[in-house]
């Protein structure tokens, strides 16, 4: 399971590298219209648009001297998105924990690995700077339930795993801001990093042979983006990316006693493939 995810967050590191150095070391996929020589920018829908009515037949900054933007003389931050995406989701951790003079007691779940899914609205703010609002849903089966004491030095005292069923479910509503490092260079793989802030909901049931427990719970949360977007139409860009999403607050009740474990924080590992149009 770790090992799958980090694979997938090694390919966003290292394939977007092969795109930031074809974006720095070659003339070729700059903005630059007609003149830049591209199979892209020469034969279709990049050079379509410079030398569209829209750009004044070819007149007024583009024809023979190129755009500067895209589309030529709009700037970019009158360009808005709307994206779909979904794909892999892993729990990192769903526990807390807390310390006495000398022990570290430590309660939690283990996740099996599910599916997330979501939309997201925004547009550019400045040239290099993008803003979106993201809703997405994620899933996953309990697996585990366990309790664990650790010293201060974080040797395992004592541990009582059991198994355990049932499913959580999660949405969250994200503000996000993104830093594109070539904001649609055509024909080239380029990178993207932000992060967001916002809030998730959780709502679940989890079951082991003597207790149940209910997870039914908002809290304020934060998460990491880094991702690789590559333009395939005018309008359309694919893109892949990681999100690393954290909140600290879900209480866990025990349903069965009646009685409540505290605020477990969540951390999740996601990596979606998506589509992005944009206007």
């Known amino acids: 399971m770790l090992r799958l995810t980090f694979a997938m967050v090694a390919l966003l590191v290292c394939f977007p590298a092969v795109g930031w150095s074809a974006q720095t070391g070659s003339d070729d996929f700059s903005w630059e219209g007609e003149s830049s020589g591209s199979s892209l920018t020469s034969s279709n829908w990049f050079a379509a648009e410079c030398n569209s009515p829209n750009c004044n037949g070819g007149t007024g900054g583009c024809g023979s001297t190129g755009c500067s933007d895209p589309p030529c003389n709009v700037p970019l931050y009158q360009q808005k998105y709307f994206s779909v995406f979904g794909g892999y989701s892993n729990v990192d951790s769903f526990d807390q924990?807390?310390?006495?003079?000398?022990?570290?007691?430590?309660?939690?779940?283990?996740m099996r690995d599910g599916y997330a899914a979501g939309f997201a609205v925004g547009g550019q703010m400045i040239e290099y700077v993008r803003s979106e609002f993201e809703m997405t849903y994620r899933s996953h089966e309990f697996d585990s339930f366990a309790?664990?004491?650790?010293?201060?030095?974080?040797?395992?005292?004592?541990?009582?795993?059991?198994?355990?069923?049932g499913s959580l479910r999660t949405g969250s509503g994200m503000f996000n801001l993104?830093?594109?490092?070539?904001?649609?260079?055509?024909?080239?793989?380029?990178?993207?990093?932000?992060?967001?802030?916002?809030?998730?909901?959780a709502d679940g049931n989890?079951?082991?042979?003597?207790?149940?427990?209910?997870?039914?719970?908002?809290?304020?949360?934060w998460q990491f983006i880094a991702g690789i977007n590559y333009p395939i139409r005018r309008q359309v860009d694919l893109y892949t990316e990681y999100r690393f999403l954290g909140a600290e607050k879900l209480t866990v009740d025990s349903t069965t006693f009646g009685d409540s474990l505290g605020d477990f924080s969540?951390?999740?590992?996601?990596?979606?493939?998506?589509?992005?149009?944009r206007k």
Request: net charge negative; hydrophobic share 40%.
């Open 97 to 110: 924990s807390f310390l006495d003079s000398t022990t570290q007691y430590v309660s939690g779940f283990d």
């Open 206 to 221: 989890a079951y082991t042979a003597v207790e149940e427990f209910e997870i039914q719970d908002a809290s304020f949360a």
């Open 266 to 277: 969540y951390q999740t590992h996601n990596v979606f493939l998506g589509l992005r149009f």
């Open 178 to 201: 993104i830093f594109d490092t070539c904001p649609r260079c055509p024909g080239v793989p380029s990178l993207y990093l932000g992060g967001g802030l916002g809030a998730i909901y």
């Open 147 to 165: 309790q664990q004491e650790f010293n201060l030095s974080g040797l395992l005292l004592d541990s009582d795993v059991t198994n355990a069923s």
